[in-house]
């Protein structure tokens, strides 16, 4: 995978799951067979449970800039799985950090924003705004590569 599958996999994520401010994505159980609702949290019996159930409300929630990054190298907004090995997931957040840096420098980021999560939740970020950031990072626009 590389910096490019990863930005125009993840502008497709956007588009299809939609944009997220304010967290990796949005939590949403309403479209689970099992609704996190539905559960007292003393009947979850392990973190393992639970998290598998977040990771079901996360699968196509609508996700911010690094939610779509992660999903697009990942499968899960929230990041690297913990079905790699170390070293392929070392290999991976090099990939991402390589897009996210492309992401950055695309967006126009300025000096008194910090990251790409503080942009992305800014109240004057708009969904055009990062769609049309990922179109230009995975374009090579504004950026060094």
Known sequence: ??????????LHILERDGWHQG????YDTSN????????????????EEMDYLHWQSMRNAPVCAVGALNRAATGEA???SRLLTFDEAEVLRGVIAQASRRLYEAAGIDSGVSSIPEWNDSKDTTKED???????AWHGEGTGA
Not at 23 to 26: F, I, S, V
């Open 32 to 47: 689970l067979d099992l609704n996190l609702d539905d559960y007292d949290p003393g009947e979850i019996d392990d973190e």
């Open 78 to 80: 929230n990041g690297i």
């Open 23 to 26: 967290g990796l994505a949005e």
């Open 130 to 136: 990062v769609i049309l950031a990922f179109k230009r």
């Open 1 to 10: 995978m590389t910096p490019d599958d990863i930005l125009d996999k993840a």
